[in-house]
């Protein structure tokens, strides 16, 4: 069985603009979340969807919104970037939500 | 406010020992526990979880205990092998109206032979 798989894998964008990331998870889960993770931060949880509808939400700003498509897809969109959005962005999906999950390689995010 | 602490970064560990990982938290609303083990280059992997009605769960090497009256929480593995060289997170559930996972900040363990 395939695993979670992210894209891009690498990204660089100036302050200011916007960003797009894609997960497609394990065929057949869910939810899928969404992660950051920085070194001063640790990983902080963005948000969980699961079929279609976001279930749960980290703290984040508003500038950190997400969807999930019928196939479970899910696309993460971080508007007006800053220097401090730089950091590993990881996906996760599961069966049945915040239980074990099973996460991509994550997207490496530059902001300069 | 870090809610789940995990106070040493790193851990040095001799092939075929024992070695513990701990996690202390300070949420009572938490009510699952996992552990989730991270190479380089690479997302987290999960391990083991524990529910907060258990006090123990084993998983081949793998064990974790949790002691709710001292909100704590460690992962033994035994015996200990190159491989299980990695960053180890734990993480908690919370139920607080949405759910939400807090993670700890990693605890980097080396085996070494």
């Known amino acids: 069985k395939a695993g979670v798989t992210q894209t891009p894998r690498y990204l660089i964008k100036t302050r200011g603009q916007q960003v797009t990331l894609s997960c497609s998870p394990i065929s057949g889960h869910r939810s899928v979340s969404w992660y950051q993770q920085t070194p001063g931060q640790g990983l902080q949880f963005l948000f969980e969807?699961?079929?279609?509808?976001?279930?749960n939400k980290g703290n984040f700003p508003g500038r950190f919104s997400g969807r999930q498509f019928s196939n479970s897809r899910s696309e993460m969109n971080v508007s007006t970037l800053e220097l401090g959005d730089s950091a590993l962005y990881l996906c996760?999906?599961?069966?049945?939500?915040?239980?074990?999950?099973?996460f991509g390689p994550g997207t490496r995010l530059t902001v300069t | 406010d870090q809610q789940v602490k995990q106070n040493s970064p790193s851990l040095s560990v001799q092939e075929g020992r024992i070695s513990i990982l701990n996690c202390d938290y300070t949420?009572?609303?938490?009510?699952?526990f996992l552990w989730y083990k991270k190479y380089p280059a690479e997302g987290p992997t999960f391990l083991i979880s524990?529910?907060?009605?258990?006090d123990k769960n084993e998983d081949g090497r793998f064990t974790v205990f949790l002691n709710k009256s001292a909100k704590h929480l460690s992962l033994h593995i035994v015996p200990s092998q190159p491989g299980d060289s990695a960053v180890y997170f734990c993480?908690?559930?919370?139920?607080?109206?949405?759910?939400?996972?807090?993670f700890g900040q990693g605890t980097r363990l080396t085996i070494n032979p």
């Open positions: 524990i529910s907060s009605i258990k």
């Open positions: 996760a999906s599961s069966l049945r939500g915040l239980y074990e999950q099973y």
């Open positions: 949420n009572s609303m938490f009510d699952y």
């Open positions: 969807y699961f079929s279609e509808t976001q279930r």
């Open positions: 993480a908690a559930r919370a139920i607080q109206g949405a759910q939400k996972l807090v």
